[in-house]
């Protein structure tokens, strides 16, 4: 076996499960929040990059909901909440029956402190998909966080109808 191959086999090990001296972490839990670091900005590359196609697309062709509503939900990925508020209010401008627009904007908008906004979304999202248990659960939830105890069950208990096992947990629960 040459020098080299012996080099190599000897440091494959630290490449592959991680090393304090290639890590500069001593203690195992830090090498880990480390390497989940550096798989968190090659994530944040790759939609930031995703992000900048979309733009792309969006200029050459300024009607394209669908391009705006996947822009937004990359944003929002990216806690751009205001960025993802804009491209779903653009999307609804032009396709405004869309209810994953108003969906991903109630989602944006609660994380803003928005609950009213929020609930005004669902509410529109649900007289476009009035069968859709994912937002009479949301607006349970947004409804609770707003001392609406009785329009939180109300929605809780029809998402349940349609099927949701979490909103029928919360029904038991809280009503």
């Known amino acids: 076996m ?46 930031l990059s995703e992000i900048d196609d979309l733009s792309k697309e969006i200029e050459n062709d300024l009607e394209n909901a669908d391009a705006y509503i996947k822009r937004a939900d990359l944003k929002l990925r990216m806690r751009d909440f205001t960025g ?29 402190g928005d609950s009213k906004g929020a609930i005004a979304d669902l509410d529109q999202a649900i007289v476009n ?16 966080l707003l001392g609406n105890q009785e329009g939180a ?9 349609y099927g949701s096992d979490y909103a029928a947990k919360m029904v038991n629960d809280q009503c």
């Open 2 to 47: 040459s020098c080299r191959t012996i080099i190599i086999a000897a440091t494959l090990p630290a490449f592959i499960f991680g090393s304090s001296l290639i890590s500069g972490c001593s203690n195992p839990s830090e090498r880990i929040d480390y390497y989940d670091f550096m798989n968190q900005s090659q994530l944040e590359k790759e939609v």
């Open 84 to 112: 993802a508020i804009a491209d779903y209010t653009k999307a609804l401008k032009i396709k405004p029956q869309n209810v994953d627009a108003y969906s991903g904007r109630s989602r944006a908008k609660d994380e803003l």
């Open 129 to 144: 998909d009035p069968h859709n248990e994912l937002h009479y659960s949301l607006r349970g939830q947004y409804k609770k």
């Open 153 to 161: 069950c109300a929605d809780w208990t029809m998402a349940a109808e």
